[in-house]
């Protein structure tokens, strides 16, 4: 079984720019999360997509955003790029939304450098 | 008292040793807690995981020890290898949360020949 696919692996961007990262989650997963890797602050979960609809969201500024689409792919937007968005941006799929089960497998992530 | 305390921040162990890393959190609705790996340039893999009605889970040479009561679990590594060296990050999670994962802040273990 293929795991999470993520879309470009690197990016290089200027400040000011905006950027979307595409995931395809593992076969038969329909719930897709968004986590930034930076060495300062560790992994911060972004926000989490179910059936199309955004459950759950982090602490990040509306310039952060996401959707899903119905085959559960999802894409994440930033919009007016800063260099502080300069990070590892991992995407994770888990089978359900809220399942004791909710094992999350995570891609191998889109390092953005903001320059 | 959404904050998951990871230590220690790096430990170097000799091979065939134990490695222990722990961690200790504040939210009491936390039901699962998870463990992840991760290798330079690749993302976290899952790698054991476990929840607060038991206080230990096994697998191979991997071991969950987590205490309720303290509200602290810990992971530990047996007969430590070389191709154990990587970053591991404790995480939590509550139920009505879905898949929203509160991470430690990682522990860089290096395993000595």
């Known amino acids: 079984k293929a795991g999470v696919t993520q879309t470009p692996r690197y990016l290089i961007k200027t400040r000011g720019q905006q950027v979307t990262l595409s995931c395809s989650p593992i076969?038969?997963?329909?719930?897709v999360s968004w986590y930034q890797q930076t060495p300062g602050q560790g992994l911060q979960f972004l926000f989490e997509?179910?059936?199309?609809?955004?459950?759950n969201k982090g602490n990040f500024p509306g310039r952060f955003s996401g959707r899903q689409f119905s085959n559960s792919r999802s894409e994440m937007n930033v919009s007016t790029l800063e260099l502080g968005d300069s990070a590892l941006y991992l995407c994770?799929?888990?089978?359900?939304?809220?399942?004791?089960?909710?094992?999350?497998?995570f891609g191998p992530g889109t390092r953005l450098t903001v320059t | 008292q959404q904050q998951v305390k990871q230590s220690p921040q790096s430990l170097i162990v000799q091979k065939g040793g134990i490695s222990i890393i722990n961690c200790a959190y504040e939210?009491?609705?936390?039901?699962?807690f998870p463990w992840y790996q991760q290798f330079p340039g690749k993302g976290p893999a899952l790698l054991i995981a476990i929840r607060p009605d038991v206080s230990e889970k096994k697998e191979g040479r991997f071991t969950i020890s987590f205490n309720k009561s303290a509200k602290q679990f810990s992971l530990h590594i047996m007969d430590s290898q070389p191709g154990d060296s990587a970053t591991y990050f404790c995480a939590a999670s509550s139920y009505n949360q879905g898949g929203k994962l509160i991470f430690g802040q990682g522990t860089e273990l290096s395993v000595k020949p």
């Open positions: 997509y179910f059936s199309e609809t955004q459950r």
């Open positions: 076969s038969g997963h329909r719930s």
């Open positions: 994770a799929s888990s089978k359900e939304f809220s399942s004791p089960m909710a094992e999350q497998y």
């Open positions: 939210n009491t609705a936390f039901d699962y």
